[in-house]
């Protein structure tokens, strides 16, 4: 198993430009998600999808759109480039939706991340 | 709503020594609480989890936490630091907000590991 692939790992853009991150995972996950980590932030959730043809926003959307039409694969476009979409892009899949709700057992499944795409907007 | 807080950004020990990393976390619910360790260039691996069985949890490579409930902490240790451990670490509460369930990450701890 490859787990999660993203491509490309570097890419620098100029303000304007439009590009696509791409991810997959050969796991048969039904949970997918994106991340920005940013310094001094943690890791903020952009989209996620928790099937084919389901897709949501996460906790910063604005400038980013998913599609999700298989399982494996769930790209991240950006729309119109700006410099405060410099930063570095996670991709992450889970078997099961990676929370509960009201309590801590049953399905919390674990996330698996992609190794991370570098982007700089200049 | 739902917060974790990372109480140190940088912690650095010595090979052989005990590691402390620690976290401070808000919660409505009873949470799920995450470790998960980040080294250099790669993504995000899962070192342990809690979800309300056992209070101590253990986790890979010699790491475990402890949830405690009246302090609201779940602070990772290790008994005796490693070279390899030098990564960055992340406290995870799951938690609905803003309309949604999401794991809120905190802003991470450094670790260095000084021989």
């Known amino acids: 198993n490859a787990g999660v692939t993203q491509t490309p790992k570097f890419q620098v853009l100029k303000t304007g430009q439009s590009m696509t991150l791409q991810c997959a995972q050969d796991?048969?996950?039904?949970?997918m998600s994106w991340y920005r980590q940013d310094p001094g932030m943690g890791l903020r959730l952009i989209h996620y999808?928790?099937?084919?043809?389901i897709t949501d926003q996460g906790e910063v959307p604005n400038g980013y759109n998913v599609s999700r039409s298989t399982t494996e694969d769930f790209p991240l476009r950006l729309l119109s480039a700006a410099p405060s979409q410099t930063s570095v892009y996670f991709c992450a899949s889970s078997y099961s939706w990676p929370i509960t709700w009201g309590g801590g057992t049953g399905n919390t499944g674990e996330l698996f991340f992609g190794e991370g795409s570098r982007l700089t907007v200049l | 709503a739902q917060s974790v807080t990372q109480l140190d950004s940088h912690v650095s020990v010595s090979e052989g020594t005990p590691v402390l990393l620690r976290c401070n976390y808000s919660s409505s619910y009873s949470p799920s609480l995450f470790w998960y360790v980040q080294h250099p260039n790669k993504g995000l691996q899962l070192l342990l989890k809690?979800?309300?069985?056992?209070?101590l949890v253990k986790g890979i490579n010699g790491f475990e936490a402890e949830f405690k409930k009246s302090e609201t902490s779940f602070h990772l240790t290790k008994p005796s630091a490693h070279m390899s451990d030098a990564a960055e670490y992340f406290c995870v509460v799951s938690g609905f907000s803003g309309g949604y369930n999401k794991l809120i990450f905190g802003a991470g701890t450094r670790l260095a590991v000084h021989p």
């Open positions: 796991m048969n996950h039904e949970y």
């Open positions: 999808s928790v099937g084919a043809g």
């Open positions: 809690y979800t309300s069985a056992a209070t």
